[in-house]
């Protein structure tokens, strides 16, 4: 069944782009845009696989692994809003600053073996024909992403935080005039998406590929900023996103080993083409879709 | 005056509610407050006099704690109370409406009241939310529909939303900057309504305005700001006349402006002629409906109309700008085809509604703003002749006196006015075939704003068409040859100065045919 | 221009005013940076010092000396890639995947001509390809900017990754080389058809003279030409530019194939001058790193100059670390990451006054 090989693929290998998509919409929905996610993503992954490796247990491995995606995204909302840096030039050299750390420091962890997360069948759950095997027998972070997904849309679009989130994004000056002040909102949002980008790195190293190697990541960070265009800012349609990159990552390998040769690199392509296309298709909704404040970003960028 | 001022004014209905002392605020050099007294009484409405920079926004900001006075004292019910911040302001009781209003366009009036109200915690209780806001909507007589997108309200509609806001987040006292710069006559006369309303109910007000009349209409007491300090305090504003408190605000006093019309006579052909022009509007809607509308050489039309009837569309087709969906504009007779570039050699000129965002380059100089129309021109030039914009910038600046801003000042670093100028200069400084000019006074002092009037008369005169859209009436009243005015879109009428009205005209703003 | 009496103002006193402050931020990026990469250093066992004194004595050898200066062409025309279209108020993140596509380019042309025809025209076609496939590559997202009005940041950046992956197919299969030992790889260029060298043995190649005469030329483009002139209105407010009647559209598209081009070139460089064939990760970030480069150089052209060949310095520091130290090289992007954040983050946003 390459169908459903493909699908549960597709939600294993997604899932780590779904945490980075969903930390970064948190982020973008205040106003800040961190192309520096695939910096937080290789920190998440390194500092979770070396915490795992030294004891054992991929849990503290998971939440240091947070910690270090949120320290990362820290120094760019500093950057950004303590130091009124660029944004998209201050998310680059995070990435580069994460590339860089994760070089330095992961060495030593090349090659080690860990107690990785292991699937879990759901019982009862995962015997449904068909939806079983693609949504109910994976590891326990693939779980917890079905909860986090309408978590932070109640967050986002329900709660008091969440208006006062988007008000960050939306229009700053409406939400200092009540006494909130935007760059605190910053900051927790973007660190917020630290930890959950976090997250997705340690889902890399300790249930996906349950080894380190440098610049891992390749390229997942970037998809999920992708995605958040692609899902225009909204978390719940982040998942379906996901899990469509995740399953055209997994198509390749699974034709593969059923001998049908062919160029793997067009499916490669395909996330970024799909996300192109849909800018395109849907460019005009997509535009007013964006938070308001966070499109002057790209809008008009001082030239000086 | 102010000696024979004090024995005018009159004592407050009621202890005051809010009383500042020696209030003084710097930037850098520049004292924009300068040891102000003033105070607020419960149940009255106050207004603040004063022209741009009198240093009125500056107050109001000190007692709003969005500035932090260098020196001077609040009193509070009597009590002495430190206002360092917005919340300090608002747990004392006072609330401001911005004029450019602080709400969230994609959010929802529910939602922007509760971004507003003084909660904890991550719970919103939307139900809860929409009752409470049903329910001071109907104390206060402000109907709002709290499930509405603010991004679909009118101006209007967002201003009552924004003083229901400021009122359910526990203001005593109202601080409205501005209020009526967007509103047609009747929608002023609403909120005046309100206003006393209001008042009634205890509420105090205090109005900053530059429009003498709405002050009468409004105020049971002014305070006249001029350069920074109190000029005129807690005077009634019965017992001055019109030109006593033009004298306190500008200091000297304003000739009216020569009001003889140069016949325009109907043989010419039209400089600008508009037959059955249809346009959309940014948000996708059709802006202008059906407009036919000849301007000729030497008239100066104005344009009336509530913000938002089509105005600024109306000028972008004039001057290639923006296209039309059907009919057609002609220029000099011959038929633009939406290009500026054509426009401008046609010999258009235009003072955008929104210089800063329309005309501005932050990074570049006067001179050189100076020289964006020649560099824009044909290129048979590599390179920009600057020896020529220099020469031309000195003629412009001596046609036009506006006292512009010194040649190699970068305009982001100028404040609005001298923005304005540096515009102005640019579009009036040389005689031109068709003048479209939006809001040219907006942000100017009263000595400027007759030195650009009487610009655009010298253009009429020279044999330019002009067109001013303005939200003034009276100066729309006494410059222009003819008077459109735009409803939705629509051209609702077109009146003779001398044969009409403010009031006739609000009419034909607010939909109605003229009478 | 410049004898005239009359006076003409300095045409960009705002960057006069920063100056002491960009001076300031320079120094103490270059000051400061090096303590916080050394405590990084530090806490990883090595000594700090010794990997500093590594660094500047491999600098001072002559060899490592022009290899920076080969990576520094490279990255000059990377930065200048970037810097002309944020002239216009374009941000190109996209200089990796015209880099790429240059190469590949500038490769397609090689393999078919360069054992029909002489070196030197090879050479000529293969710098127009890479131009022109650069130029394409970001005519494309200008393309899209223009039409449907999707963001030119978004766009560079996610054609980036299929460009790489475009290389990535055609040296997999179509362009591979059968004698690559396995290692997937187009064909190595002709020796005539390389771009010369300046002393035998060594590895500096003309690359630098060609990004030395793009730097000069785009320098005086931007600075004496209306074409300069107009894309500072742009870049300023396009709606002005627009109002003054100069045509917006045109004026974009121009300077995002100038910057394609631009990149296309450094693409040629890198191929022709050091690689010689396509390989996986050839491009090393350059598109990236030049990203930076032109932002550390606030896209001023000259500066660019400087930041390229300090950037350089930097990464070729990277190798002595991995030898003498046994630091992995990309550890020398913390250093290079840290002096960005520094220059970034000295510099104060004047932007928006309340």
């Not at chain 2, 043989?267 to 002629?273: I, K, L, S, W, Y």
Request: proline content about 5%; overall charge positive; hydrophobic content about 50%.
């Amino acid at each position: 069944m390459i169908v459903i090989e493909v699908l549960a693929g597709g939600v294993r290998g997604g899932t780590a782009i779904l945490y980075a998509a969903l930390g970064e919409t948190l982020a973008e929905r205040a106003g800040i845009i961190n192309l520096g996610t695939e910096g937080s993503m290789l920190a998440g992954a390194l500092t979770a696989y070396a915490i795992t490796a030294e004891t054992g247990s991929p849990w503290a491995g998971v939440v240091t692994g947070a910690l270090a995606g949120a320290l990362l995204a820290a120094v760019h909302v500093f950057m950004v809003v303590a130091r009124g840096a660029n944004q998209l030039a201050t998310g680059l050299v995070v990435l580069f600053l994460g590339g860089g750390l994760t070089a330095m420091f992961g060495a030593a962890y090349v090659g080690r073996s860990i107690t990785p997360f292991r699937p879990y069948a759901i019982p009862l759950l995962s015997d449904i024909p068909g939806l079983g095997p693609v949504l109910f027998d994976h590891d326990p972070l693939v779980y917890l992403s079905y909860l986090l997904a309408p978590a932070l849309w109640w967050l986002l679009f329900r709660s008091r935080w969440g208006l006062i989130v988007r008000g960050a994004g939306e229009h700053p000056a409406a939400l200092s005039a009540y006494g909130h002040s935007p760059k605190l909102v910053r900051y927790l949002a973007v660190i917020g998406g630290g930890l959950l980008t976090g997250i997705g790195g340690a889902h890399l190293s300790t249930a996906y590929a349950n080894a380190w190697f440098e610049n891992m990541t390749t390229g997942r960070g970037f998809i999920a900023v992708a995605l958040v265009i692609f899902a225009a800012w909204h978390p719940l349609r982040a998942v379906g996103g996901a899990y469509l990159f995740g399953a055209a990552l997994a198509l390749s390998p699974a034709l593969q080993a059923r001998g049908y040769g062919f160029n793997q690199f067009v499916l490669d392509a395909l996330p970024y083409l799909v996300t192109i296309a849909a800018l395109i298709v849907l460019g005009r909704r997509r535009i007013n879709a964006a938070p308001e404040d966070l499109s002057r970003v790209f809008d008009l960028t001082p030239s000086r | 005056m102010s000696v024979a001022a004090e024995t005018r004014v009159r004592r407050g209905p009621a202890p005051a509610l809010l009383a500042v002392r020696g209030l003084t605020c710097r930037f850098g050099d520049v004292v924009a407050n300068d040891g102000i007294d003033f105070e607020v009484a419960a149940g009255e409405v106050h207004a603040v006099l004063g022209e741009n920079g009198a240093g009125k926004s500056t107050l109001m900001k000190l007692i709003y704690g969005v500035y932090r006075p260098d020196a001077g004292e609040f009193d509070v019910d009597g009590v002495p109370t430190v206002i360092r911040s917005p919340a300090a302001a608002r747990a004392a009781g006072i609330g401001m409406v911005f004029q450019d209003l602080r709400l969230v366009p994609a959010f929802t009036v529910a939602e922007n009241i509760g971004l507003a109200l003084p909660m904890r915690g991550p719970l919103l209780g939307r139900r809860a939310l929409s009752r409470r806001i049903v329910e001071a909507s109907e104390r206060y007589g402000l109907p709002v529909e709290p499930d509405a997108l603010v991004r679909h309200l009118s101006i209007g509609e967002r201003q009552r939303v924004e003083i229901l806001k400021v009122l359910m987040s526990g203001a005593r006292l109202l601080i409205l900057d501005e209020p009526t710069s967007v509103l047609a006559p009747q929608e002023v006369d609403a909120l005046f309504v309100a206003m006393r309303a209001l008042r009634t109910a205890g509420l105090s007000l205090v109005v900053i305005t530059h429009k003498l009349n709405e002050a009468r209409a409004i105020a049971d007491r002014v305070t006249v700001l001029r350069g920074g300090r109190v000029v005129l305090r807690n005077a009634d504003p019965a017992g001055f006349s019109d030109a006593e408190l033009v004298e306190a605000m500008v200091g000297q006093t304003v000739p009216p402006l020569p009001r003889d019309r140069a016949g325009s006579d109907g043989g010419v052909a039209p400089a600008v002629r508009l037959a059955g022009v249809r346009a959309a509007g940014d948000r996708g809607h059709t802006a202008l409906h059906d407009v036919d509308l000849d301007i000729r050489p030497g008239e100066l039309l104005g344009v009336a109309g509530v913000a938002g009837s089509g105005q600024r569309e109306l000028c972008e087709v004039i001057l290639g700008l923006r296209r039309v969906t059907a009919g057609t504009v002609h220029l000099g007779g011959a038929e633009l085809h939406a290009q500026p570039r054509q426009a401008i050699a046609a010999g258009a000129v235009g003072v955008p509604e929104d210089p800063v965002t329309d005309a501005v380059v932050p990074g570049l100089t006067v001179l050189e703003h100076l020289a964006l129309g020649r560099a824009a021109g044909g290129g048979k030039r590599v390179g920009v002749d600057w020896r020529a914009v220099a020469a031309q910038a000195e003629r412009l600046d001596g046609t036009a006196r506006l006292r512009m801003a010194p040649r190699h000042r970068v305009l982001g670093e100028l404040s609005g006015g001298n923005i304005q100028r540096v515009v102005l200069t640019r579009a009036l400084g040389e005689p031109a075939a068709v003048v479209v000019a939006a809001y040219p006074s907006r942000g100017l002092d009263i000595a400027t704003t007759r030195r650009t009037q009487e610009l655009l008369i010298e253009q009429r005169d020279a044999g330019a068409a002009v067109l001013v859209v303005s939200e003034d009436l009276d100066e729309l009243l006494s410059i222009s040859d003819r008077i459109a005015v735009l409803h939705d879109g629509h051209l609702a009428g077109a009146v003779r100065p001398e044969e009409t009205d403010r009031y006739a005209i609000g009419r034909l703003m607010l939909g109605g045919r003229a009478a | 221009m410049t004898d005239t009496q009359v006076t003409v103002p300095d045409v960009r006193p705002q960057i006069v005013d920063n100056r002491q402050k960009q001076v300031l931020g320079w120094v103490v990026a270059v000051a400061g940076a090096p303590v916080i990469f050394g405590a990084f250093v530090a806490v990883k066992g090595v000594n700090p010092f010794t990997v500093y004194a590594d660094m500047l004595t491999s600098l001072a050898d002559p060899v490592q000396g022009q290899a920076v200066l080969v990576r520094a062409a490279v990255l000059l025309l990377a930065g200048l890639a970037v810097a002309v279209p944020a002239r216009a108020g374009l941000l190109n993140v996209g200089g990796e995947g015209q880099i790429v596509i240059g190469a590949v380019s500038a490769a397609g042309v090689g393999l078919i001509a360069d054992q029909r025809l002489p070196g030197g025209l090879v050479l000529v076609l293969m710098v127009l390809a890479a131009m022109a496939g650069g130029a394409a590559w970001a005519g494309l997202a200008a393309g899209l900017r223009l039409t449907v009005k999707v963001n030119e940041a978004i766009s560079t950046l996610l054609l980036n990754f299929v460009a790489i992956d475009i290389m990535l197919g055609l040296i997999y299969d179509p362009w591979k080389d059968a004698s690559g030992f396995g290692q997937p790889s187009s064909r190595p260029l002709a020796d005539t058809a390389r771009l010369p060298l300046f002393t035998t043995g060594g590895t500096l190649n003309a690359g630098i003279v060609l990004a030395l005469l793009a730097l000069v030329g785009v320098w005086a483009a931007l600075r004496y030409t209306t074409w300069g002139f107009r894309l500072r209105v742009v870049g300023g407010n396009p709606e002005a530019a627009r109002r003054a009647g100069m045509r917006v559209g045109p004026l974009l598209l121009s300077a995002m194939l100038v910057g394609g081009a631009l990149a296309g070139l450094a693409g040629l460089v890198h191929f022709a001058g050091t690689e010689f064939k396509l390989r996986p990760g050839m491009t090393t970030n350059f598109g990236y790193i030049g990203f930076l480069a032109s932002w550390l150089a606030m896209h001023r052209p000259l500066r660019v100059g400087l930041a390229a060949v300090l950037l350089a310095a930097i990464a070729m520091g990277g190798d002595s670390l991995q030898i003498d130290a046994g630091l992995p090289a990309a550890s020398l992007n913390v250093l290079m990451a840290v002096v960005l954040l520094v220059v970034l983050g000295s510099r104060l946003a004047p932007r928006r006054k309340s």
